[in-house]
């Protein structure tokens, strides 16, 4: 079995590395903005933000998991282990390790 990425992990972290300090410190703009890339998302990022309520489509919305602890600077993974407790397949989706190579 090869390597594998959390789709979780490499998302939210790229989505956190692209806020400006002004956007991390407001929920309502990260919030936004979290929406919006999700929008922009293809493959199984658009998939992880169906998971978390980040598409109009989506049938629930935990958007505010992700939100709220982005705004108080928690880690990544941490975030992602609190989502996985309430939806077991946000840690079933993993990038392959044709992955690794675009990164």
Do not use: W
């Amino acid at each position: 079995m090869g390597i594998s990425f959390l789709v979780c992990e490499v998302f939210v972290q790229k989505f956190v590395d692209s806020l400006s300090s002004e956007e991390k410190s407001s929920t309502e703009l990260i919030e936004k903005q979290f929406k919006k890339d999700c929008e922009a998302s293809k493959g199984k990022d658009h998939r992880f933000c169906y998971y978390v309520g980040g598409l109009e489509e989506s049938a629930t919305s935990t958007v505010g998991d992700v939100v709220k602890p982005i705004s108080y600077h928690m880690p990544v993974e941490k975030i992602c282990e609190n989502l996985s407790k309430k939806d077991g397949q946000i840690c079933e989706l993993k990038y392959g390790m044709h992955y690794m190579v675009a990164l």
